[in-house]
């Protein structure tokens, strides 16, 4: 049973409109959020986090809005750039802190942006 | 600089032979991952570690082992390799278990082919 969820296999948008990339949860357990973004033919790198204990957490274009009750995150990025094309994946822990130490990552979308 | 590696990149073998793809990390984490990346099913666990001697499974560990005798190194084995395992692997490492950043650092990947 998928415990994070990216629903939205792919995403288009156009370069600096606003990307919205959406994650839901399942395990009420999840206190940490991180968000990854792959290249092809490379690695994931990782992106942007959130802690339960809040609900906002932004970094230059990026920024990850957590809603807890509904269990959902998302990632907006603005202005969107062709550069940002990526695979992002969404990731949740169990334990802030690193307490476990293991992601549970979703399945990821692929953001294109067109120019 | 500190950075993880993966050998080989690339590496094509024959069904029922045994295969061990490296992992090398210089960060000195603790914690050590390996994922398969599928498509459909994005980055699934297979095993982990969280220091020296110590090993886990994690969801698709079938077929799968690794050992830690060092803190640099976690060397993946297929034991008889599986057309199934067709994949690309990659390796991450985090800080200890308790950080407070479990943020997972990536190596390039590991292309592997089962004919």
């Known amino acids: 049973d998928q415990q994070v969820k990216q629903n939205s296999p792919s995403l288009s948008v156009q370069e600096g409109r606003i990307s919205i990339l959406n994650c839901d949860y399942t395990n009420s357990m999840f206190d940490y959020f991180l968000w990854y973004k792959k290249y092809p033919a490379e690695g994931p790198t990782f992106l942007i986090s959130i802690s339960s204990i809040k609900d906002k957490n932004e970094d230059g274009r990026f920024t990850v809005f957590l809603n807890k009750s509904a269990k959902h995150l998302s990632l907006h990025i603005v202005p969107s750039q062709p550069g940002d094309s990526a695979v992002y994946f969404c990731a949740a822990s169990v334990g802030y802190g690193g307490s476990q130490g293991n992601l549970i990552f979703g399945k990821g979308t692929k953001l294109s942006v067109k120019p | 600089d500190a950075e993880i590696t993966q050998s080989p990149r690339h590496k094509i073998t024959e069904t029922g032979r045994q295969v061990t793809l490296a992992c090398h990390q210089t960060w000195n984490h603790n914690n050590m991952f390996w994922y398969r990346q599928d498509l459909g099913h994005g980055l699934r666990l297979i095993h982990y570690?969280?220091?020296?001697?110590?090993?886990n499974k994690g969801e698709v560990s079938d077929g799968y082992s690794v050992s830690r005798s060092n803190t640099e190194d976690l060397p993946l084995t297929l034991e008889s390799a599986a057309s199934s395992q067709t994949s690309v692997y990659f390796c991450a490492s985090s800080l200890d278990r308790g950080s407070p950043i479990n943020e997972q650092f990536f190596g390039p990947g590991t292309r592997l082919t089962v004919l």
């Open positions: 570690s969280y220091g020296v001697q110590d090993t």
